[in-house]
């Protein structure tokens, strides 16, 4: 082999190598602006967003959260080529400014259901199995939502959902 070949060869190994080695030092794909998580593990990728029945999101620095009146939906989408079914794990934290019991459902299937009051109530959805390109949690609250005795909020508020995060179970 010639000189100028086995260089050659070397220079474009050399290239693979550092091309492979600038993907890997990259960071995974950005937390998008609209979303309350995202899961970005190999081959899936699932980004949770806001739907019908939120206020909108609230971002501070350590926190994401936003508030319903009563009923609200959480959009749990697919992002890629993979369709296999996905046993996911759901964390989070409930908030209400007044005693309530929330639901959380999927389609006709209680996942969980319990007591909140004031302070943020640990939740866990330990096994969720995502079998489409998405999937609808529809949270509810046993008691419509009320205006803050301070009058600091305008909007009838029954419970906040903060910090969700999404990991794979299986």
């Avoid at 996905?86 to 639901?103: F, K, N, Q, Y």
């Amino acid at each position: 082999m010639s000189p100028v070949v086995r260089f050659s060869l070397l220079g474009l190994v050399a290239l693979v190598l550092l091309a492979g080695g600038i993907q890997l030092a990259l960071p995974k794909a950005k937390l998008p602006a609209r979303a309350f998580a995202m899961l970005d593990d190999a081959s899936l990728v699932v980004v949770a967003e806001p739907g019908d029945g939120f206020y909108g999101l609230e971002i501070s620095p350590k926190s994401r959260w936003s508030w319903s009146g009563g009923e609200a939906v959480v959009v749990l989408r697919r992002v890629g080529r993979d369709t296999a079914p996905r046993t996911l794990r759901l964390r989070m934290l409930v908030h209400s400014i007044a005693p309530r019991v929330v639901t959380i459902r999927h389609g006709d299937f209680i996942l969980w259901r319990g007591p909140v009051e004031a302070r943020r109530t640990p939740v866990e959805i330990p096994l969720f199995t995502l079998t489409g390109p998405k999937a609808e949690l529809v949270f509810s609250s046993d008691r419509p939502g009320e205006l803050r005795a301070d009058g600091a909020d305008p909007r009838p508020l029954a419970f906040a959902l903060y910090d969700l995060e999404i990991t794979r179970a299986d």
